[in-house]
């Protein structure tokens, strides 16, 4: 059995440190992975994410990341990367990850992901130049997600990792004008062609946080203004039995 | 800033969200009369009072009822088994 500890939108900016560093506390204890899902800062400055890193640098637990929009809105994404990575989190981004954790074999494929609406009523790459780019934008994290969580061969649990939701059924509770900025079925299709065993997001505050895909794959909307803990545990059966020796390393 | 009170709250809200101190994007803005009402989610107690700050910057002369919530971040409860 694998333990994932899960969060989102910790939003970390002035006045934030010591926030999230006591509820990490136990967290070893009671996962074997801790994923995050986005919006780690408030306006994608280095010096507000370096704060976060600082509290997770040296948890011995392997931790995985994505971006989300707020940590985009400096134009300094990669510096907010590289900050993560100082502190030992693995950020993706249309890529994947394989992890031996006590001999099961965890592929986890990330995205931010992006928005554009749910079926029978999502954007289409039409029109003014914007509405092409924003839509486009929407279907290349989605191809890329697909092609990833593909890739990650020979795993015995897959996750897909997202910022933005892939299903309206975990953003009940936001005002349904809204729904379209807040993600987008194409990353439920990359996600149900590909498989994948957990869908972990965030970005929805106000949202719910059990549903599934079209396929019934379980999604996790673990936006921390909504789970309202430092962290989400979901534990999952790996199809190998596990072994004790090897834990947490990355390949 | 416009005065007229069909837009003032989207205002309010829109500047809260890009001023560097506050940042936050789930704020709930309603203004009556010379009373501005200000609720959603923070993270932080320094937060919530940057945000009281903020808005009293923008409204000098209004009275801000800062009724903004801040979420706890204590350990979870029971683990759920999804597979």
Do not use: W
Request: hydrophobic share 40%; charged share 25%.
């Amino acid at each position: 059995m694998i333990r994932i500890a899960a969060v989102g939108d910790l939003h970390y900016g002035a006045g934030s440190q010591g926030i999230l560093k006591p509820g990490l506390e136990h967290l070893p204890d009671r996962a074997d992975l801790l994923l995050l899902a986005g919006d780690l800062t408030r306006r994608g400055n280095p010096e507000e994410i370096q704060v976060l890193a600082d509290e997770l640098r040296g948890l011995p637990v392997p931790i995985v990341a994505v971006l989300g929009n707020h940590d985009y809105h400096c134009g300094r994404e990669a510096e907010v990367r590289r900050a993560l990575e100082g502190a030992g989190v693995r950020v993706l981004e249309g890529e994947g990850v394989t992890l031996n954790i006590n001999g099961v074999r965890v592929g986890i494929a990330g995205t931010k992901g992006f928005g554009g609406g749910f079926r029978g009523a999502h954007g289409s790459d039409f029109g003014e130049p914007e509405m092409k780019a924003f839509v486009g934008h929407t279907k290349m994290l989605s191809d890329r997600l697909e092609r990833a969580l593909t890739r990650l061969d020979g795993v015995d649990l897959r996750i897909a990792l997202l910022h933005y939701s892939p299903i309206e059924g975990t953003l009940e509770g936001e005002r349904l004008e809204i729904y379209p900025f807040l993600g987008s079925y194409l990353m439920a299709e990359a996600v149900d062609s590909a498989g994948a065993d957990l869908v972990v997001h965030g970005h929805a505050h106000h949202g719910t946080e059990k549903g599934r895909t079209p396929a019934g794959i379980p999604v996790r909307n673990v936006a921390q203004p909504l789970i309202r803990h430092a962290y989400s545990v979901y534990t999952l059966n790996g199809r190998r039995e596990a072994q004790p020796a090897a834990a947490g390393g990355i390949s | 800033m416009s005065e007229r009170p069909d837009y003032l709250p989207e205002h309010i809200r829109e500047k809260l969200f890009h001023d560097p101190r506050v940042a936050e994007q789930d704020l709930k803005v309603d203004v009556k009369e010379r009373r501005v009402l200000l609720g959603g989610n923070v993270s932080s107690l320094q937060l919530r009072h940057t945000i009281t700050e903020v808005a009293q910057e923008l409204l000098p002369g209004y009275e801000i009822v800062n009724e903004t919530t801040v979420v706890p971040a204590t350990e979870p409860g029971d683990e759920e088994p999804v597979i």
